[in-house]
């Protein structure tokens, strides 16, 4: 069965450092555009940081040289180093899968949360 797990949120203060990771199972890992989204109760989910197939990465402009997506194709996995965080950071942060064949075959992590304190 196909799995998204991510790991590594907490508490930090502003200013701090926090990497998540998300384990990839039952699927196609190497052909998947990965993703981090985040989401508050009062904001649309939004997406943070992804990194392709091919290895090309994008970021939301709020995180631009303070965030960094990596993808290891031998481990399955995709982190996202978080540094020099701020209370604007604080969300859940989803990983995401999609085909780079078929766009429909998308897979959702179950969340894990992240808060930044001032």
């Known amino acids: 069965q196909e799995h998204l797990v991510e790991s590594g949120g907490g508490l930090v203060q502003a200013g701090g450092s926090l990497r998540l990771s998300c384990a990839a199972s039952?699927?196609?890992?190497?052909?998947?555009?990965m993703s981090w989204y985040r989401q508050t109760p009062t904001k649309q989910r939004e997406l943070v940081a992804s990194?392709?197939?091919?290895?090309?990465?994008n970021y939301l402009d709020s995180v631009k040289g303070r965030f960094t997506i990596t993808r290891d194709n031998d481990k399955n996995t995709v982190s996202l180093q978080m540094n020099s965080l701020k209370p604007e950071d604080t969300a859940v942060y989803f990983c995401?899968?999609?085909?780079?064949?078929?766009?429909?075959?998308?897979?959702w992590g179950q969340g894990t949360q992240v808060t930044v304190s001032s």
């Open positions: 039952g699927f196609a890992f190497s052909k998947c555009d």
């Open positions: 990194v392709s197939s091919g290895g090309s990465t």
């Open positions: 995401h899968a999609v085909s780079d064949t078929y766009a429909w075959v998308i897979y």
